[in-house]
């Protein structure tokens, strides 16, 4: 063989030797009558786990739609430590029929498709009621979900690990959640029941088109983050309930960060601290473009939508109508702020909350500190009538603080630009019985702003709307609405009295674009 021959063979293993190995696609069908290798659709696997065992990193799984329980049993003696095991970089795809050649082809709506992991959460015979249904434990690449309904489960195991995490138990995890339904899971109601849902260890966790209901547990009944990181956008959380230390949508804990954005938090109930969303991290937590509405919290009654006890808080863009204490002694009847946790409430709407004895909207403590810019804070109430402290933002002690700017406060509050008027709402909300505690009545109202408001263009273009100290460079640079709508629309004759024209902020969640009012919006 010539030199030339030989170096032209040789180069050519070498390139074949540096082309990086396909994934594999492998696929699951319950009713499959094939071979039941996972190579097509025809000789699928017919259950889920077999596949995981498969897969390795890199690899798909694409699942025709039914119902799959696990199988791989943690214990053997005990049928309910039963559970999906992923190996690392695996991603699971469901909403599939059988036949597609294209995810695009699949249906990946887990309202409609059919494809769940687990059952009914009434026991059959001889089916377990697994404690984790899906355990993804020290993976060196991400993992993802798609497209599936995740069911039934009960974290009510021997030991901690089992008493957490109904549906998704991670630990040491980079997991992506997408086009996901979490209903009727639950842990022990106690100290150690975390995340009735989901549970995070150490764990980067991103959640997009996620819907949570009815799930239960201690401390949060949809979401508990141990350490690690959140980002959730286009969730929606309702009927759960913290039995034990609030967060009825998400607990927070050690050095836990979260993001939420574009969520809808209603009517979850929390015990002690944060209806919905509980902090007890040293991390941040950011709320961006998203609605509570209906959350309560007992015991303690400390925040009946979001409690904060530690970290750095930014809120922006965002609704907060009709959440409430659930006792007299309540305070907070939107947030709550405690022990240094410092927070910034940015273009935001905090009306027609309740809360017992104080801070009807917004209450601080301990060292904790409120900057409120650009926002509506407006027909929040107190239900205990001997209480001395009738403001909508309320401080519990000399080392609590609150600053607002630009933003209309009913009652009034010092501060540059605000001002204590009706914000003219387009439908005023209303709790039907004068209570927002109870539920059955309650009319959340729409809190975009009429034509005759005066939040429209008072605002201030320039506030800080990152929560880091500084001003805005640019009025271009404010973020979307509530609405995802453009800030800086100039309604025509209206005077503009905030700051930064010629085109100004409104004040409050949404930005008024050119509207008529015949009973409602047209």
Not at 166 to 188: E, K, P, Q, Y
Not at 252 to 271: F, K, L
Not at 488 to 504: C, E, Q, S, Y
Request: aromatic content about 6%; glycine content about 14%.
């Amino acid at each position: 063989m010539s030199f030339r021959i030989w170096t032209s063979a040789l180069a050519l293993v070498l390139a074949l030797a540096a082309e990086p190995t396909r994934a594999a696609l492998l696929f699951v069908d319950a009713d499959a009558q094939g071979n039941d290798s996972g190579e097509s659709w025809e000789h699928a696997f017919t259950d889920l786990q077999p596949a995981l065992d498969a897969a390795t990193d890199g690899d798909e799984i694409w699942v025709a739609c039914a119902t799959y329980l696990p199988t791989e049993l943690r214990d053997p003696a005990d049928p309910n430590s039963a559970s999906f095991i992923v190996r690392s970089g695996v991603s699971v795809f469901g909403g599939f029929v059988g036949g597609e050649t294209a995810l695009a082809q699949r249906d990946p709506d887990p309202n409609f498709n059919g494809c769940a992991l687990g059952a009914s959460i009434i026991p059959k015979a001889g089916l377990p009621q697994p404690y984790n249904l899906v355990v993804v434990n020290a993976v060196d690449a991400a993992v993802q979900f798609d497209g599936f309904s995740v069911i039934g489960a009960r974290a009510v195991g021997p030991d901690e690990a089992t008493q957490r995490g109904a549906g998704f138990h991670l630990s040491r995890a980079t997991v992506s959640l997408r086009n996901m339904r979490f209903d009727d899971l639950r842990t022990i109601g106690g100290g150690t029941g975390l995340g009735g849902a989901i549970f995070a260890d150490r764990s980067q966790l991103e959640l997009e088109d996620v819907r949570f209901s009815n799930c239960v547990a201690g401390r949060g009944a949809a979401v508990a983050m141990e350490s690690g990181r959140l980002l959730a956008t286009r969730v929606s959380a309702s009927g759960g309930s913290a039995s034990f230390g609030g967060g009825a949508f998400l607990v927070m804990r050690s050095s836990a960060s979260a993001e939420v954005v574009d969520a809808r938090i209603e009517d979850n109930v929390g015990n002690n601290r944060g209806g919905a969303i509980s902090n007890e991290s040293s991390g941040s937590l950011t709320i961006r473009r998203s609605t509570f509405l209906g959350n309560r919290v007992g015991g303690e009654h400390l925040g009946a939508a979001v409690y904060s006890g530690r970290g750095n808080v930014l809120i922006e863009n965002s609704v907060f109508v009709g959440n409430a204490t659930l006792g007299t002694n309540g305070r907070g009847g939107a947030i709550s702020l405690n022990n240094g946790a410092n927070a910034t409430i940015t273009n935001s709407t905090i009306a027609h909350n309740q809360a017992g004895t104080s801070g009807s909207a917004v209450f601080a403590n301990l060292g904790a500190s409120a900057l409120i810019q650009n926002s509506i804070i407006f027909g929040n109430l107190l239900t205990n009538p001997e209480s001395p402290d009738a403001g909508q933002i309320s401080l519990g002690d000399e080392a609590a603080s609150a600053s607002v700017a630009f933003s209309i406060v009913e009652g009034g509050f010092g501060g540059d630009g605000n001002v204590d008027a009706d914000p003219q709402f387009g439908i005023a909300p209303s709790p039907g019985d004068g209570d927002w505690r109870t539920i059955a009545d309650n009319d959340f109202g729409d809190v975009r702003l009429s034509n005759l408001s005066p939040a429209i263009d008072a605002g201030n273009n320039f506030a800080d709307i990152d929560g880091d100290g500084e001003s805005t460079l640019l009025a271009a640079d404010l973020p979307l609405d509530a609405d995802r709508k453009p800030r800086l629309f100039d309604m025509p004759d209206v005077l503009d009295t905030g700051v930064g024209g010629p085109r100004v902020v409104d004040m409050g969640a949404y930005e008024t674009t050119n509207r008529i009012f015949v009973g409602g919006f047209e």
